[in-house]
Protein backbone atom coordinates (compact mmCIF):
# COMPACT_ATOMS: atom_id res chain seq x y z
CA UNK A 1 0.00 0.00 0.00
CA UNK A 2 1.55 3.23 -1.04
CA UNK A 3 -0.22 7.01 0.01
CA UNK A 4 1.00 9.91 -1.40
CA UNK A 5 -0.03 13.69 -1.73
CA UNK A 6 0.40 15.06 -5.13
CA UNK A 7 1.98 18.40 -4.09
CA UNK A 8 4.47 16.03 -3.44
CA UNK A 9 5.50 14.23 -6.36
CA UNK A 10 7.75 15.78 -9.05
CA UNK A 11 6.15 17.69 -11.86
CA UNK A 12 8.03 17.56 -15.40
CA UNK A 13 7.31 20.57 -17.73
CA UNK A 14 6.16 19.55 -21.28
CA UNK A 15 6.11 22.78 -22.63
CA UNK A 16 7.70 22.67 -26.16
CA UNK A 17 6.44 25.86 -27.50
CA UNK A 18 5.20 24.25 -30.19
CA UNK A 19 2.34 21.28 -29.73
CA UNK A 20 2.71 21.15 -26.29
CA UNK A 21 1.64 24.22 -24.56
CA UNK A 22 2.32 25.16 -20.88
CA UNK A 23 1.26 22.16 -19.75
CA UNK A 24 2.96 19.98 -16.58
CA UNK A 25 2.57 16.10 -15.40
CA UNK A 26 3.07 14.31 -12.60
CA UNK A 27 3.19 10.25 -13.07
CA UNK A 28 1.24 9.25 -9.55
CA UNK A 29 1.22 5.52 -9.66
CA UNK A 30 3.23 3.07 -12.82
CA UNK A 31 5.09 0.33 -12.77
CA UNK A 32 7.61 2.25 -10.05
CA UNK A 33 5.33 1.52 -7.61
CA UNK A 34 4.16 -1.70 -8.75
CA UNK A 35 1.02 -1.02 -10.56
CA UNK A 36 0.47 -4.15 -12.85
CA UNK A 37 -2.27 -2.68 -15.62
CA UNK A 38 -2.50 0.77 -15.62
CA UNK A 39 -0.95 4.33 -15.01
CA UNK A 40 -2.89 7.45 -12.98
CA UNK A 41 -1.40 10.46 -14.44
CA UNK A 42 -1.84 14.17 -13.24
CA UNK A 43 -1.79 17.07 -15.83
CA UNK A 44 -1.83 20.90 -15.14
CA UNK A 45 -2.65 22.72 -18.10
CA UNK A 46 -2.22 26.47 -17.71
CA UNK A 47 -4.61 29.02 -18.97
CA UNK A 48 -3.91 29.51 -22.66
CA UNK A 49 -1.92 25.92 -22.74
CA UNK A 50 -2.82 22.65 -24.39
CA UNK A 51 -1.97 19.11 -25.00
CA UNK A 52 -0.95 17.68 -28.55
CA UNK A 53 -3.71 17.10 -31.18
CA UNK A 54 -2.59 13.32 -31.80
CA UNK A 55 -3.81 9.37 -30.87
CA UNK A 56 -2.27 6.53 -30.43
CA UNK A 57 -3.20 2.69 -29.43
CA UNK A 58 -4.30 3.28 -26.33
CA UNK A 59 -6.99 4.55 -24.19
CA UNK A 60 -7.33 7.68 -21.51
CA UNK A 61 -9.35 7.74 -18.65
CA UNK A 62 -9.69 11.09 -17.23
CA UNK A 63 -11.40 12.92 -14.09
CA UNK A 64 -11.55 16.50 -14.34
CA UNK A 65 -10.46 18.46 -10.76
CA UNK A 66 -10.01 21.99 -11.50
CA UNK A 67 -10.47 24.72 -14.14
CA UNK A 68 -12.35 25.00 -17.26
CA UNK A 69 -11.19 23.61 -20.61
CA UNK A 70 -12.18 21.17 -23.58
CA UNK A 71 -11.79 18.28 -25.09
CA UNK A 72 -11.11 18.25 -28.52
CA UNK A 73 -11.92 15.57 -30.88
CA UNK A 74 -12.45 15.07 -35.14
CA UNK A 75 -16.10 15.95 -33.73
CA UNK A 76 -15.73 19.03 -32.10
CA UNK A 77 -14.89 20.90 -28.65
CA UNK A 78 -16.39 19.51 -25.59
CA UNK A 79 -16.68 21.64 -22.92
CA UNK A 80 -14.59 19.93 -19.30
CA UNK A 81 -15.09 21.09 -15.71
CA UNK A 82 -14.44 19.98 -12.51
CA UNK A 83 -16.19 16.77 -11.75
CA UNK A 84 -16.50 15.96 -15.42
CA UNK A 85 -14.95 12.59 -16.83
CA UNK A 86 -14.05 11.77 -20.44
CA UNK A 87 -13.03 8.55 -22.42
CA UNK A 88 -10.98 8.67 -25.09
CA UNK A 89 -10.99 5.20 -27.09
CA UNK A 90 -7.45 4.10 -28.90
CA UNK A 91 -6.96 5.44 -32.16
CA UNK A 92 -9.47 8.52 -31.56
CA UNK A 93 -7.87 12.18 -32.36
CA UNK A 94 -8.20 13.85 -29.13
CA UNK A 95 -6.56 17.35 -27.39
CA UNK A 96 -7.19 18.97 -24.10
CA UNK A 97 -7.05 22.68 -23.70
CA UNK A 98 -7.47 25.13 -21.30
CA UNK A 99 -10.25 27.72 -22.31
CA UNK A 100 -9.88 29.63 -18.59
CA UNK A 101 -8.14 31.45 -16.58
CA UNK A 102 -7.24 29.37 -13.97
CA UNK A 103 -4.98 26.08 -14.08
CA UNK A 104 -7.01 22.85 -15.59
CA UNK A 105 -5.81 20.36 -13.25
CA UNK A 106 -6.85 17.02 -14.77
CA UNK A 107 -6.41 13.27 -14.09
CA UNK A 108 -4.97 10.63 -17.19
CA UNK A 109 -4.85 7.09 -17.00
CA UNK A 110 -3.57 4.93 -19.47
CA UNK A 111 -2.96 1.08 -20.01
CA UNK A 112 0.55 -0.31 -19.33
CA UNK A 113 1.59 -1.34 -22.32
CA UNK A 114 4.64 -2.35 -24.63
CA UNK A 115 4.18 0.78 -27.02
CA UNK A 116 3.56 3.31 -24.08
CA UNK A 117 6.47 3.69 -22.29
CA UNK A 118 6.12 6.31 -19.59
CA UNK B 1 -14.77 9.73 -26.82
CA UNK B 2 -17.41 10.08 -24.08
CA UNK B 3 -17.68 13.34 -21.49
CA UNK B 4 -20.30 13.43 -18.54
CA UNK B 5 -20.82 14.90 -15.34
CA UNK B 6 -20.57 12.53 -12.45
CA UNK B 7 -23.52 14.15 -11.32
CA UNK B 8 -25.31 12.59 -13.84
CA UNK B 9 -24.99 9.04 -12.83
CA UNK B 10 -26.59 6.53 -11.43
CA UNK B 11 -25.45 5.90 -7.99
CA UNK B 12 -26.16 2.44 -5.96
CA UNK B 13 -26.50 1.96 -2.62
CA UNK B 14 -24.05 -0.88 -1.44
CA UNK B 15 -24.90 -0.42 2.77
CA UNK B 16 -25.70 -3.96 3.52
CA UNK B 17 -25.63 -3.17 7.85
CA UNK B 18 -22.60 -5.75 7.71
CA UNK B 19 -19.12 -5.54 6.34
CA UNK B 20 -19.92 -2.17 4.01
CA UNK B 21 -21.99 0.99 6.23
CA UNK B 22 -23.05 4.11 4.21
CA UNK B 23 -21.22 4.02 0.59
CA UNK B 24 -22.41 4.52 -2.29
CA UNK B 25 -20.84 3.78 -5.89
CA UNK B 26 -20.87 4.83 -9.70
CA UNK B 27 -19.32 3.21 -12.53
CA UNK B 28 -18.38 6.09 -14.51
CA UNK B 29 -16.29 3.92 -17.46
CA UNK B 30 -16.30 0.66 -18.32
CA UNK B 31 -16.83 -2.09 -20.63
CA UNK B 32 -20.05 -0.40 -21.93
CA UNK B 33 -18.49 2.71 -22.34
CA UNK B 34 -16.10 0.47 -24.65
CA UNK B 35 -13.31 0.90 -21.81
CA UNK B 36 -10.60 -2.04 -22.81
CA UNK B 37 -8.66 -2.24 -19.77
CA UNK B 38 -9.70 -0.88 -16.48
CA UNK B 39 -12.92 0.67 -15.30
CA UNK B 40 -13.26 4.54 -13.39
CA UNK B 41 -15.41 4.54 -10.27
CA UNK B 42 -16.48 6.90 -8.32
CA UNK B 43 -17.40 5.85 -4.43
CA UNK B 44 -18.81 8.23 -1.91
CA UNK B 45 -18.47 6.75 1.68
CA UNK B 46 -21.06 8.90 3.74
CA UNK B 47 -19.73 10.07 7.71
CA UNK B 48 -19.43 6.83 10.27
CA UNK B 49 -18.92 4.61 6.79
CA UNK B 50 -17.10 2.40 5.65
CA UNK B 51 -16.12 -0.12 2.86
CA UNK B 52 -15.16 -4.29 3.90
CA UNK B 53 -12.40 -4.94 5.25
CA UNK B 54 -11.26 -7.49 2.13
CA UNK B 55 -8.76 -8.21 -0.16
CA UNK B 56 -8.81 -9.98 -4.22
CA UNK B 57 -6.81 -10.26 -6.77
CA UNK B 58 -6.59 -7.26 -8.43
CA UNK B 59 -5.49 -3.93 -7.76
CA UNK B 60 -6.65 -0.19 -6.87
CA UNK B 61 -5.54 2.67 -7.60
CA UNK B 62 -7.19 5.78 -5.96
CA UNK B 63 -7.61 9.50 -5.82
CA UNK B 64 -8.97 11.15 -3.23
CA UNK B 65 -11.94 13.97 -4.13
CA UNK B 66 -13.22 15.30 -0.84
CA UNK B 67 -13.59 14.73 3.38
CA UNK B 68 -10.99 13.51 5.44
CA UNK B 69 -10.34 9.34 6.22
CA UNK B 70 -8.39 6.10 6.59
CA UNK B 71 -7.25 3.59 4.31
CA UNK B 72 -6.47 0.65 6.75
CA UNK B 73 -4.16 -2.35 5.83
CA UNK B 74 -2.51 -5.03 7.95
CA UNK B 75 0.22 -2.29 8.13
CA UNK B 76 -2.14 -0.06 10.22
CA UNK B 77 -4.20 3.20 9.33
CA UNK B 78 -2.70 5.94 6.89
CA UNK B 79 -4.75 9.37 6.49
CA UNK B 80 -6.12 10.37 3.31
CA UNK B 81 -7.35 13.74 2.01
CA UNK B 82 -8.43 15.45 -0.72
CA UNK B 83 -5.22 15.29 -3.16
CA UNK B 84 -4.06 12.22 -1.61
CA UNK B 85 -3.68 8.88 -4.14
CA UNK B 86 -3.35 5.48 -3.57
CA UNK B 87 -2.10 2.14 -4.48
CA UNK B 88 -2.93 -0.53 -2.91
CA UNK B 89 -1.43 -4.03 -4.51
CA UNK B 90 -3.09 -7.22 -5.81
CA UNK B 91 -4.12 -9.42 -2.58
CA UNK B 92 -3.55 -6.87 -0.02
CA UNK B 93 -6.27 -6.57 2.73
CA UNK B 94 -7.89 -3.12 2.58
CA UNK B 95 -10.91 -0.72 3.47
CA UNK B 96 -11.28 2.65 3.31
CA UNK B 97 -13.37 4.60 6.32
CA UNK B 98 -14.33 8.07 6.62
CA UNK B 99 -13.51 9.85 9.83
CA UNK B 100 -14.67 12.93 9.06
CA UNK B 101 -18.11 15.13 9.24
CA UNK B 102 -18.54 15.45 5.62
CA UNK B 103 -18.90 12.62 2.79
CA UNK B 104 -15.88 11.11 2.01
CA UNK B 105 -15.52 11.00 -2.09
CA UNK B 106 -13.01 8.77 -4.17
CA UNK B 107 -11.92 7.72 -7.35
CA UNK B 108 -11.37 3.73 -7.36
CA UNK B 109 -9.66 2.02 -10.50
CA UNK B 110 -9.50 -1.57 -11.28
CA UNK B 111 -8.54 -3.67 -13.96
CA UNK B 112 -11.19 -5.39 -15.96
CA UNK B 113 -10.34 -9.08 -15.56
CA UNK B 114 -12.68 -12.16 -15.68
CA UNK B 115 -12.43 -12.70 -12.41
CA UNK B 116 -13.76 -9.22 -11.36
CA UNK B 117 -17.00 -8.49 -13.24
CA UNK B 118 -18.53 -4.96 -12.34
Do not use: H, Y
Given at each position: MYV????????KDLH?????????????????????NFRLRHFTIKPGGHTPWHSHDWEHENYFLR???????????????????????????HQYKNT??????????VPITEDNPE
Open positions: ERVENIEENGEEIIKTLKKVLISEKEGAPGEGVLVTEKGETEISPDCFAFVAPGEQGNEPLEMLCL
